[in-house]
């Protein structure tokens, strides 16, 4: 961090061999109300190639004050690939990609406050995994 702020964040992950698809989800969230709020971001492959954007609403359950996300990915020529959903809570966020046919695999990471005030931003960073491969 230097003296305006600035920070530098580095991600690694090793790449196992004959492993099932996985890589990095990566963005920002802004909130529009306490509870409420939307991310936007990117998904990238294991070698960092950009593979599709995503989008998304989060927000508290009414019901027992859950902290939920939903949103949907996307390819890269604007294709609807599938949806995503799932929990956030204390710096971390966790949940499934699901396709056509149901759940296709997890995604989770942790996300930190940018921008503190009452419009409060950020960033997040993760990775998400295929679990239906037949591995």
């Given at each position: 961090?230097?003296?305006?702020?600035n920070?530098?964040f580095i991600?690694?992950?090793?790449i196992?061999v004959?492993a099932?698809?996985?890589?990095f989800?990566m963005g920002?969230?802004?909130?529009?109300?306490?509870?409420l709020?939307?991310?936007?971001?990117?998904?990238?492959?294991q070698?960092g190639a950009?593979?599709?954007?995503?989008a998304?609403?989060?927000?508290?359950k009414?019901?027992?004050?859950?902290?939920?996300f939903?949103?949907?990915?996307?390819?890269?020529?604007?294709?609807?690939?599938?949806?995503l959903?799932?929990?956030?809570?204390?710096?971390r966020?966790?949940?499934?990609?699901?396709?056509a046919?149901?759940?296709?695999?997890?995604?989770?990471?942790?996300?930190?406050?940018?921008?503190?005030g009452?419009?409060?931003?950020?960033?997040?960073?993760?990775?998400?995994?295929q679990?239906?491969?037949?591995?």
């Open positions: 961090v230097d003296n305006l702020g920070k530098l991600a690694a992950e090793e196992p004959n099932c698809a996985a890589g989800v920002h969230w802004h909130r529009l109300a306490p509870g709020g939307f991310f936007i971001g990117q998904w990238n492959g070698a950009l593979h599709g954007h995503l998304g609403i989060y927000g508290v009414p019901v027992d004050g859950t902290k939920v939903f949103g949907k990915y996307i390819g890269l020529n604007g294709q609807a690939r599938g949806l959903a799932g929990e956030y809570d204390a710096g966020f966790g949940g499934l990609w699901i396709g046919n149901g759940p296709k695999g997890g995604l989770g990471g942790v996300y930190h406050e940018a921008i503190p009452p419009e409060t931003g950020g960033f997040f960073l993760g990775g998400w995994a679990t239906d491969c037949g591995l």
